[in-house]
């Protein structure tokens, strides 16, 4: 087994970090942020996350490459 397979939610708990640090800066409540988006900025959150989650596996699996040498 992978070790990006042993933690796949660490990712998204990263994401989950950064945007509630983000939301409580700008003095945003989330509920208020669901109820306002358009599909289209659905999407496009969706595909932000994926695009960040595949960069933080990659970050890991160089770190874990590197380790191991």
Do not use: H, T, Y
Not at 10 to 22: G, L, Y
Not at 25 to 37: I, S, T
Not at 49 to 66: G, I, P, Y
């Amino acid at each position: 087994m992978s070790e990006s397979s042993k933690k796949p939610m660490m990712p998204n708990k990263v994401i989950e970090v950064m945007v509630d640090s983000i939301f409580r800066k700008n003095g945003v409540k989330p509920e208020e942020v669901k109820d306002n988006l358009s599909e289209k900025q659905r999407e496009m959150l969706k595909e932000m996350v994926a695009d960040l989650k595949e960069q933080v596996e990659e970050f890991q699996q160089k770190r874990n490459e590197s380790k191991s040498e």
